[in-house]
Protein backbone atom coordinates (compact mmCIF):
# COMPACT_ATOMS: atom_id res chain seq x y z
CA UNK A 1 0.00 0.00 0.00
CA UNK A 2 2.97 2.25 0.88
CA UNK A 3 4.90 1.54 -2.46
CA UNK A 4 1.21 2.61 -4.13
CA UNK A 5 0.81 5.61 -2.63
CA UNK A 6 4.77 6.30 -3.10
CA UNK A 7 4.35 5.95 -7.03
CA UNK A 8 1.17 7.89 -7.08
CA UNK A 9 2.71 10.78 -5.22
CA UNK A 10 5.72 10.19 -8.02
CA UNK A 11 3.21 10.46 -10.75
CA UNK A 12 1.38 13.61 -9.32
CA UNK A 13 5.05 15.44 -8.82
CA UNK A 14 5.70 14.57 -12.44
CA UNK A 15 2.80 15.97 -13.55
CA UNK A 16 2.79 19.14 -11.69
CA UNK A 17 6.35 19.30 -12.86
CA UNK A 18 5.35 19.15 -16.45
CA UNK A 19 2.57 21.55 -16.28
CA UNK A 20 4.40 24.06 -14.74
CA UNK A 21 7.26 23.67 -17.62
CA UNK A 22 4.38 24.46 -19.56
CA UNK A 23 3.08 27.31 -18.39
CA UNK A 24 6.29 29.04 -17.58
CA UNK A 25 6.62 27.83 -21.56
CA UNK A 26 2.88 29.33 -22.39
CA UNK A 27 3.35 32.61 -20.83
CA UNK A 28 7.15 33.26 -22.28
CA UNK A 29 5.29 32.85 -25.51
CA UNK A 30 2.55 34.96 -24.48
CA UNK A 31 4.87 37.83 -23.18
CA UNK A 32 5.91 37.80 -26.59
CA UNK A 33 3.76 40.12 -28.94
CA UNK A 34 2.54 38.80 -31.90
CA UNK A 35 1.13 40.77 -35.41
CA UNK A 36 -1.89 38.95 -36.06
CA UNK A 37 -3.67 39.90 -39.19
CA UNK A 38 -7.21 40.75 -39.01
CA UNK A 39 -10.12 38.25 -40.50
CA UNK A 40 -12.86 40.89 -40.06
CA UNK A 41 -13.73 43.93 -42.17
CA UNK A 42 -14.99 47.33 -40.21
CA UNK A 43 -18.35 46.44 -40.16
CA UNK A 44 -17.73 42.95 -39.31
CA UNK A 45 -15.29 44.10 -36.12
CA UNK A 46 -17.83 46.67 -35.06
CA UNK A 47 -20.56 44.07 -35.20
CA UNK A 48 -18.50 41.57 -33.13
CA UNK A 49 -16.89 44.32 -30.75
CA UNK A 50 -20.38 44.74 -28.98
CA UNK A 51 -20.31 48.63 -28.29
CA UNK A 52 -21.49 49.53 -31.37
CA UNK A 53 -25.00 48.53 -32.29
CA UNK A 54 -26.18 51.93 -32.93
CA UNK A 55 -23.68 53.03 -35.24
CA UNK A 56 -24.23 49.62 -37.28
CA UNK A 57 -27.41 50.07 -37.16
CA UNK A 58 -27.44 53.75 -38.00
CA UNK A 59 -24.65 52.30 -41.13
CA UNK A 60 -27.45 49.92 -42.61
CA UNK A 61 -29.75 52.58 -42.80
CA UNK A 62 -27.69 54.91 -44.15
CA UNK A 63 -26.77 52.04 -46.92
CA UNK A 64 -22.83 52.60 -45.92
CA UNK A 65 -22.35 49.02 -44.80
CA UNK A 66 -21.21 47.84 -47.75
CA UNK A 67 -19.36 50.56 -48.74
CA UNK A 68 -17.36 50.15 -45.17
CA UNK A 69 -17.16 46.19 -45.84
CA UNK A 70 -15.51 46.80 -49.17
CA UNK A 71 -11.74 47.34 -49.98
CA UNK A 72 -11.22 50.38 -48.15
CA UNK A 73 -8.72 51.51 -46.36
CA UNK A 74 -10.74 53.10 -44.43
CA UNK A 75 -10.06 55.17 -41.40
CA UNK A 76 -12.94 55.18 -39.00
CA UNK A 77 -13.58 57.41 -35.90
CA UNK A 78 -16.42 54.48 -34.41
CA UNK A 79 -18.34 56.23 -31.28
CA UNK A 80 -19.95 53.63 -29.09
CA UNK A 81 -23.32 53.20 -28.00
CA UNK A 82 -22.49 55.39 -24.51
CA UNK A 83 -21.43 57.80 -27.14
CA UNK A 84 -24.76 57.50 -29.03
CA UNK A 85 -26.11 57.43 -25.80
CA UNK A 86 -25.76 61.38 -24.73
CA UNK A 87 -26.94 62.14 -28.50
CA UNK A 88 -30.80 63.67 -27.85
CA UNK A 89 -33.26 60.84 -28.86
CA UNK A 90 -34.87 63.60 -30.70
CA UNK A 91 -31.68 64.38 -32.90
CA UNK A 92 -31.42 60.56 -33.97
CA UNK A 93 -34.50 60.26 -34.87
CA UNK A 94 -34.24 63.12 -37.07
CA UNK A 95 -31.25 61.52 -38.55
CA UNK A 96 -33.05 58.31 -38.59
CA UNK A 97 -36.00 60.30 -41.25
CA UNK A 98 -32.81 62.09 -43.37
CA UNK A 99 -30.80 59.72 -45.38
CA UNK A 100 -28.74 62.16 -47.18
CA UNK A 101 -28.30 63.93 -43.32
CA UNK A 102 -27.63 60.64 -41.78
CA UNK A 103 -24.80 59.59 -44.64
CA UNK A 104 -23.21 63.16 -43.66
CA UNK A 105 -22.72 62.29 -39.81
CA UNK A 106 -21.50 59.25 -40.69
CA UNK A 107 -19.11 59.82 -42.96
CA UNK A 108 -17.89 62.79 -40.91
CA UNK A 109 -16.37 59.72 -39.24
CA UNK A 110 -14.25 58.35 -41.89
CA UNK A 111 -11.17 59.23 -43.41
CA UNK A 112 -9.83 57.42 -46.53
CA UNK A 113 -6.66 54.97 -46.18
CA UNK A 114 -5.18 53.01 -42.73
CA UNK A 115 -4.67 56.28 -40.95
CA UNK A 116 -3.09 54.18 -37.21
CA UNK A 117 -2.01 56.39 -33.83
CA UNK A 118 1.31 56.45 -35.10
CA UNK A 119 0.36 58.72 -37.97
CA UNK A 120 -2.85 60.63 -36.10
CA UNK A 121 -1.12 61.82 -33.60
CA UNK A 122 1.13 63.86 -36.26
CA UNK A 123 -1.67 65.19 -37.72
CA UNK A 124 -3.74 68.39 -37.42
CA UNK A 125 -6.57 67.58 -39.45
CA UNK A 126 -7.64 64.91 -41.20
CA UNK A 127 -10.23 64.93 -44.39
CA UNK A 128 -13.30 62.80 -43.81
CA UNK A 129 -15.49 61.18 -46.89
CA UNK A 130 -18.17 63.95 -46.05
CA UNK A 131 -15.77 66.92 -47.39
CA UNK A 132 -14.97 68.35 -44.04
CA UNK A 133 -12.07 68.09 -42.26
CA UNK A 134 -11.38 66.91 -37.89
CA UNK A 135 -9.36 69.09 -36.20
CA UNK A 136 -6.62 66.48 -34.58
CA UNK A 137 -4.59 67.69 -31.30
CA UNK A 138 -3.00 66.03 -28.76
CA UNK A 139 -2.87 67.03 -25.07
CA UNK A 140 -2.41 65.55 -22.06
CA UNK A 141 -1.77 61.99 -23.86
CA UNK A 142 -4.83 61.67 -25.66
CA UNK A 143 -5.95 62.53 -28.43
CA UNK A 144 -8.54 64.97 -29.80
CA UNK A 145 -10.71 65.28 -32.73
CA UNK A 146 -12.74 68.87 -32.89
CA UNK A 147 -11.13 69.40 -29.59
CA UNK A 148 -13.78 67.76 -27.11
CA UNK A 149 -14.05 63.77 -28.33
CA UNK A 150 -11.57 61.61 -27.28
CA UNK A 151 -9.99 58.91 -28.60
CA UNK A 152 -10.14 56.13 -25.98
CA UNK A 153 -9.13 53.36 -28.14
CA UNK A 154 -6.74 53.11 -30.96
CA UNK A 155 -6.16 50.71 -33.65
CA UNK A 156 -8.07 48.15 -33.91
CA UNK A 157 -7.44 46.73 -37.19
CA UNK A 158 -9.62 44.94 -39.90
CA UNK A 159 -9.06 43.65 -43.19
CA UNK A 160 -9.91 47.03 -44.88
CA UNK A 161 -8.69 49.72 -42.49
CA UNK A 162 -8.43 50.32 -38.98
CA UNK A 163 -11.12 51.88 -35.83
CA UNK A 164 -10.24 54.34 -33.73
CA UNK A 165 -12.94 54.35 -30.80
CA UNK A 166 -14.41 57.79 -29.62
CA UNK A 167 -16.35 58.95 -27.07
CA UNK A 168 -18.89 61.09 -28.72
CA UNK A 169 -20.52 61.31 -31.97
CA UNK A 170 -18.85 63.75 -34.64
CA UNK A 171 -21.52 66.55 -36.02
CA UNK A 172 -20.13 67.96 -39.17
CA UNK A 173 -19.93 71.87 -38.53
CA UNK A 174 -22.75 73.66 -41.24
CA UNK A 175 -21.49 75.24 -44.71
Same mark, same amino acid.
Not at 74 to 86: C, R
Not at 114 to 135: C, D, N
Not at 143 to 172: C, E, F, M, S, W
Given at each position: ??? &??????????? =??? =? /? /??????????? *??? +???????? &????? &? *? @???? +????????? @???????????????? *?? +?????? #??? $?? +???????? #??????????????????? *?? =?? $???? /????????? /???????????NRTT $???????????? =? &?????????????
Amino acid at each position: MNR &IRALTAAALGA =VLL =V /A /AVSTAGASRTA *ARP +TAMKPSMN &IVQTA &I *A @AGQF +TTLVKLVKA @AGLAGTLSGKGPFTVF *AP +TDAAFA #KVP $KK +TLNALMNN #KAQLRQVLLYHVTSGRVTA *AK =VV $KLTS /APTLAGKSL /AVSVRGGGVYLNRTT $KVVQADVPATNG =V &IHVVNRVLIPPAS
